[in-house]
T-cell receptor, first 112, second 114 residues
């Protein structure tokens, strides 16, 4: 069964303390893996798409990487404004437009 | 561009009532989606559409209906509301272009059924 698992469920960091969020996936071929940021009471906001193992993408303090089994979202020297829930999603290669499987997210909290 | 807009932001329904959640996008996207998000859970797909006049069921369609008469609008209809439909509902859209799969989400509608 296709599955996306994110860990940890919640992560509390001190400002400036770097860390990584994990997204492991089990699908029959990968068309794309996505990272979204979701602030409380708002819709998810797109961050990155990764297409193949070895690919990396960066945006400010965030860097996403991809292997054949998992993706990491590295956050370097985070600031309080980076606090949010980070969602991972995958689109299997066999799927049409519809099948995008979301993980349940990691709640990140950065203390000043 | 306003992006994806949803109305209302909040709604309380009594069991058995019906309502329509509105969704509109001004990006000329072909694909539109309705998801629900329950606390601590991932987004679950309810219905999707690949263009005007074409809709299909997602993972959790029971108790809902959709229509797509224009490219811009994709309303979600709840018939005979049940407490299990208490959730946050998100509408999303994306362009139909190869290797461009990211979705753009609306702000959500928080629905409580009591």
């Amino acid at each position: 069964e296709d599955q996306v698992t994110q860990s940890p469920e919640a992560l509390r960091l001190q400002e400036g303390e770097s860390s990584s969020l994990n997204c492991s996936y089990t699908v029959s071929g990968l068309r794309g893996l996505f990272w979204y940021r979701q602030d409380p009471g708002k819709g998810p906001e797109f961050l990155f798409t990764l297409y193949s193992a070895g690919e990396e993408k960066e945006k400010e303090r965030l860097k996403a990487t991809l292997t054949k089994k998992e993706s990491f979202l590295h956050i370097t020297a985070p600031k309080p404004e980076d606090s949010a829930t980070y969602l991972c999603a995958v689109q299997p290669s066999y799927s049409s437009a519809s099948k995008i499987i979301f993980g349940s997210g990691t709640r990140l909290s950065i203390r000043p | 561009n306003a992006g994806v807009t949803q109305t209302p932001k909040f709604r309380i329904l009594k069991i058995g009532q019906s309502m329509t959640l509105q969704c509109a996008q001004d990006m000329n996207h072909n694909y539109m989606y309705w998801y629900r998000q329950d606390p601590g859970m991932g987004l679950k797909l309810i219905y999707y559409s690949v263009g005007a006049g074409i809709t299909d069921k997602g993972e959790v369609p029971n108790g809902y209906n959709v229509s797509r008469s224009t490219t811009e609008d994709f309303p979600l209809r709840l018939e005979l509301a049940a407490p299990s439909q208490t959730s946050v509902y998100f509408c999303a859209s994306r362009v139909n272009r190869d290797r461009v799969y990211e979705q753009y989400f609306g702000p959500g509608t928080r629905l409580t059924v009591t």
